[in-house]
């Protein structure tokens, strides 16, 4: 692995889930391996969850780690080519991308999508020129179009948690009083199908995503239509991709509750955290015993070890 931008990367996924719980089992067993390396975090946008996981999984393979928030900490950088710089950025992209990469033997960069320019966003132009100009292997800790870290570790979640050989899955939007970005979302459908597992897709009209991530899902349109059976539920709320970065919907009969919850077969729930109690998820939902969004965290950390044992393999 060269780099860890989406599920293209991932060579063999059943590979990387089993690496992934072998490190969950022993966290040290490669404790060698990143000695004397050096990671960078650089967060354009704010992260619990994937900030500490990355930074504790880089421990445990015996790298340094180096953190820095771009937003507030950093200089504004301009990222169009051959711009006049006299407005409000005084760092130009190509130029901060190649100093970290100077810093680092890897980077991991987060940034999120801006919701304005869909070119912009689907083209992945910050990421990519980052991917250009830093020169050491990325590792995408959320961009403008996935969130594949995030995936990885659902995957590993629904493994250590599946009854059947192909279970079920509901992807289900919900309301939220933000508008956010389809990452999460892309990229859960574009690994579960990767993965060759059964995915259907719940969304109000106008909330498609993109098939370049969901070909291959069935796709509802009506609140409860997709939890009959369903064996695990994944909650996230995202703007729509076809009328680009709108709200269409605030409709509460979205949210999960325990009503739908018993339409399906015992089904496990899971989000990626952060969520809005009682806007995406009712309490007595994700606090029962189903409820998986602890465990999906806790497994971030051998998401990102699994990825960045392969990435330091090939140094
Ligand atoms: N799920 C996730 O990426 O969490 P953070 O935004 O807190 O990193």
Redesign the pocket.
Known sequence: MNNFVDVNDADNIEALIEHALLLKKSPYDFENLGKRKTIGLIFM???????L?TQKAAINLGMNVMMMNFSGEGWALETEQGVIMNGDKPEHIKEAAAVVGSYCDIVAI?TFAGLKDKDDDYNELILRQFIRYCGKPIIN??SATV?P??SLTDLITIKENKEAKNPKILLTWAPHPKVLPQA?ANSFAQWTLAAGYDLTIACPKGYELSTDFAKGAKVVHKPEEGYMDADFVYAKNWSSFVHYGKKLSEDKSWMVDAEKMKLTNNAKFMH???VRRNVVVEDSVIDSVNSLVIQQ?SN?VWAAQAVLSKLLENL
Do not use: G
């Open positions: 946008n704010p992260s619990l969850r994937t900030r996981s987060r800790m959320e969130h870290l995030q999460v990626c955290l952060p965290a971030r």
